[in-house]
């Protein structure tokens, strides 16, 4: 505990000897701004500062009982008016007196004497009764000033009787004005060969920097980096000495080839591998890429596998119920229909691997939502049925975002594995699913890349069928594979074995046009991001290589 | 009403520079929010241009009354100054052009400069101990070690991550580097190291900084190198979704959301030994890598990567589960805790 305190101190003390630097910092700030600063800030007048040249003799004015007038009188601008308050009202000139008596003098509107005169004969100063030698009379003579007609006499009178001290005010004057003249001229020469001097400097400087640029462009062959250019540069300015540099250069650069064969020498188990020697670099590579091949096709083998178990147990239950009194053949449809799922978990490996990642594939029917939206489907009286929704992320995102829907699709695991996930999924074969269905029963349909494993047949029966079910201005969305991007019409589309024959934009929009749909839009998606485009490819053939890899189809029943 | 509040000192650049501080008191105040405290955020700004200047700003702070406030969470320099006697301290950092960053920014420091760090030192450890902070939290390992090395404080780690939502994994195309464009985010390593990449593997490269103009010099001839400039949160999370790989090789960072988000978004990070946190963060050849500061050596991993890009996907799934379980709830009730709530 004492030392806890000990150390609290301690931070008491620092911060307070901080704090008295930065007070004492903030004093001779102040100082420096003159002591005029106060009413400026609140006048707003900060130019005027310049013309209360006052501002640092008014300091020495002496607040007594009395006064002759030249004690005023030698001040000037800000600073007399602030004198007179102190020595007459014996108190700081008020912000609203202060401009107007300020703006008086300025415009040669009140003489000092006058502003003398009002402040002591005003009330306030009748009360303080300041003496003031010899204010009295010239306050009345001024005064009379301003009487119309007799003030011009009373100016002629004082005027002609002050004529010799004029003459020799100005003599004086003249002769202060001189010199000062003389002083500013000594000034200005000393502040003209300063000036040079620096010139000649900065010449100087200039010089040296592009002696150095010549140099350091050199330099930029053995130098890859910045700051160890920074670092010869500052030892070639100490040493100025050319050959040194290129000496200190090669040096280093030996030393850093040294180092980075010091540091693969160091590094023998995988570096090694990467760098020095290429077969060995391979022969990681294929490990590494033998490794993750193993570990797909394990993953895989256990699906299939599992698969199998499990309609084998099927199988088992059926042919143990069916033991005794029934033939054999009854068993027979219910072999052939198990026959069909035998690839459905090659085919979900297949998915994975080469549709692209469930997030991706969201992000990209992320469009559509828009347009459910806008058709106003997807409650509980309009909901949408999603025709193959294989791994689920469109009823995801469906569901996302609170739009009723369900989805069919054949492939067993995917369907068992939507289940488990909470997404409403059956597995029928759509042909057999919509024909079960009452007219006008769905909001929205939607297709994902099924038609283009369909026959002409089976897709014309899909229409007709989807357009039976659909409410009126119910929505029909088809996306399939767009051969118009010649890549994907004469290769990608074949790599899904399954895939029966790609169908070209206008043949779709022609069917379902034909089947009775309205209102068709035909979407392009999906085209080749730029980055990954060959450059100075445009026009035409751009359009054929990296043009819109997929497309939808979007229509209404009437 | 407000003896129950809980304030949060945050310390603003008074040039208006904003960055991944400002991310972190959102996130902060968002998490005590969100865990049922009251929170109010006093923003101190900070004037670093001189040293009069910062000493200003140590004043500032010390002398901030907020006895009115249950308790005080300090962040960065030097807002852990605040007197108050419920008070911990979430470090970000210390003022690092007097740490560890002292020899690179002042080559030839001198007796004044020598003074003012010792001075420093001695605020920030005084300052940093009981009584005047019931305890310090920092960010991460990096800054652990720092305090532990220059002020001889213990301290306890609380990781924080990003507040940005929505990190998805698409396809593994090009290296993206996004960031502050800043010296010490050693941006021209990876432009130097794409001199040695074989590969046609793209070098995006997103956000803007006081070093912009030398980098896109350095890149100049490189046509594989593209910069970005600032990008929408959108775009970030998008660049991030469809990068092979994140080489994010800066000096001694105290943090490095950049990992993070690398992470959530399943790529691996490519990092130097002497990056700080992020080489906290990436075990080589686990999630990522974790190599010497050579361009050379950086290539080399960029080349594997782009032929390899099964073993990034892995890579990547071994980063979600490494940053997985970081959440800001934690960091929320680990810091009422301590302020006895």
Not at chain 1, 455 to 469: H, K, P, Y
Not at chain 1, 524 to 549: D, H, Q, S, W
Not at chain 2, 211 to 223: N, Q, S
Not at chain 2, 269 to 293: I, K, Y
Request: hydrophobic content about 40%; overall charge negative; aromatic content about 8%.
């Amino acid at each position: 505990m004492k030392t806890n305190n000990i150390l609290e101190i301690r931070l008491e003390e620092l911060m307070e000897k901080i704090r008295a630097e930065v007070n004492s910092r903030k004093a001779q700030q102040l100082e420096a701004l003159g002591a005029e600063k106060d009413l400026d800030e609140l006048a707003g007048f900060e130019s005027e500062r310049y013309d209360s040249s006052g501002g640092d003799t008014d300091a020495r004015f002496v607040v007594k009982q009395q006064y002759h007038i030249n004690d005023f009188l030698q001040y000037h601008g800000a600073a007399f008016i602030k004198n007179a308050y102190r020595g007459i009202l014996g108190r700081e000139a008020d912000l609203p007196a202060y401009i107007y008596y300020w703006g008086n003098l300025k415009a040669g509107k009140m003489s000092k004497i006058e502003i003398l005169g009002r402040l002591r004969f005003s009330a306030e100063g009748r009360a303080k009764r300041a003496h003031v030698h010899g204010l009295w009379l010239r306050f009345v003579v001024h005064l009379s000033f301003k009487i119309p007609i007799l003030g011009y006499f009373s100016r002629l009178a004082v005027g002609v009787a002050n004529l010799p001290t004029l003459i020799k005010n100005i003599e004086v004057n003249d002769s202060y004005v001189r010199s000062h003249l003389a002083g500013l001229q000594a000034q200005l020469s000393q502040i003209t060969k300063s000036m040079q001097t620096n010139i000649s400097e900065i010449k100087e400087i200039v010089a040296d920097l592009q002696m150095k640029n010549s140099t350091s462009a050199q330099l930029d062959f053995l130098a890859s980096n910045k700051w160890k250019i920074n670092e010869l540069e500052q030892s070639a300015a100490n040493k100025a000495d050319r050959i040194e540099l290129k000496k200190l250069a090669a040096v280093k650069a030996d030393r850093s080839e040294l180092e980075s064969f010091a540091s693969r020498k160091a590094d023998i188990s995988f570096v090694d591998h990467l760098n020095d020697s290429k077969a060995d670099r391979s022969e990681v590579q294929d490990l590494f890429s033998h490794l993750t091949d193993g570990m797909r096709q394990l993953h895989d083998f256990r699906r299939s596998l599992v698969d199998q178990e499990r309609r084998l147990r099927i199988l088992l239950e059926e042919v143990r119920k069916n033991v005794g009194g029934h033939t054999p053949e009854i068993l027979i449809p219910k072999l052939e229909a198990e026959r069909d799922h035998l690839l459905d978990a090659l085919y979900v490996s297949f998915e994975d691997r080469f549709r692209g990642t469930s997030a991706e594939i969201k992000e990209r029917q992320r469009i559509y939502i828009d347009y459910l939206q806008r058709s106003k489907v997807g409650s509980i009286d309009s909901p949408i049925v999603d025709i193959g929704c294989g791994r689920g992320e469109w009823l995801e995102l469906c569901k996302e975002n609170n739009l009723i829907v369900s989805g069919i699709d054949l492939n067993r695991s995917m369907v068992e594995e939507l289940q488990q996930m909470g997404l409403e999924v059956i597995e029928e074969d759509f042909v057999s699913y919509l024909r079960d269905k009452n007219p006008n029963t769905f909001g929205g349909i939607t297709v994902f890349h099924l038609i283009e494993h369909l026959t002409l047949e089976n897709l014309i029966i899909l229409l007709d069928e989807a357009l039976r079910v659909l409410k009126p201005n119910g929505i029909l969305i088809v996306e399939t594979p767009n051969p118009d991007n010649i890549i994907v019409g004469s290769r990608s589309f074949y790599i899904d074995p399954t895939h029966v024959k790609p169908i070209p934009s206008p043949t779709l929009q022609y069917l379902v046009e034909a089947r009775g749909y309205v209102n068709i839009e035909i979407l392009n998606l999906n085209p080749v991001p730029e980055y990954e485009r060959e450059e100075g490819i445009t026009g035409k053939l751009c359009e054929l290589l990296y043009g819109a890899r997929d497309y939808s189809l979007i229509g209404y029943k009437p | 009403m407000s003896e129950e509040t809980i304030a949060v000192v945050a310390v603003s650049a008074a040039n208006g520079a904003k960055g991944g501080a400002e991310r972190f008191y959102e996130g902060l105040i968002d998490a005590l929010e969100r865990a049922g405290a009251k929170t109010e955020l006093i923003e101190v700004t900070s004037d670093e241009s001189s040293f009069e200047a910062i000493q200003e700003t140590y004043l500032r702070c010390y002398d901030l009354d907020l006895s009115h406030y249950y308790g005080v969470i300090s962040t960065k320099a030097p807002s852990y100054l605040v007197r108050h006697p419920n008070h911990v301290c979430y470090l970000l950092h210390t003022m690092r052009s007097f740490y560890d960053m002292f020899e690179t920014e002042f080559p030839a420091p001198g007796e004044v400069l020598d003074k003012q760090r010792d001075m420093i030192f001695a605020l920030d450890t005084a300052a940093l101990r009981r009584p005047h902070t019931k305890k310090v939290y920092v960010i991460g390992k990096e800054v652990q070690k720092r305090l532990a090395h220059y002020n001889g404080l213990d301290s306890e780690v609380l990781h924080l991550t990003t507040t940005l939502q929505g990190f998805y994994c698409g396809e593994f195309r090009y290296a993206f580097l996004p960031g502050r464009l800043h010296r010490w985010k050693r941006v021209d390593l990876i432009i130097e190291a794409m001199r040695d990449v074989k590969s046609p593997l793209p070098l995006l490269i997103s956000g803007v900084g006081e070093d912009e103009a030398y980098f896109r010099e350095l890149a100049r001839t490189d046509k594989r190198i593209i910069f970005l400039g600032r990008v929408s949160d959108a775009q970030l999370i998008q660049l991030y979704a469809n990068a092979l790989v994140v080489p994010f090789v800066p000096v001694r960072e105290d943090l490095g959301l950049v990992t993070l988000e690398a992470f959530l978004s399943r790529k691996p990070v490519l990092t130097c030994v002497d990056s700080g946190e992020p080489a906290h963060f990436v075990t080589d050849r686990s999630n990522g890598f974790v190599c010497p500061p050579e361009p050379g050596e950086i290539a080399a991993r960029l080349d594997f990567l782009y032929q390899n890009v099964d073993t990034a996907k892995r890579m990547g799934e071994c980063g979600y589960a490494a940053v997985e379980h970081i959440k800001w709830e934690t960091v929320a009730s680990t810091l009422l805790q301590s302020l006895g709530r």
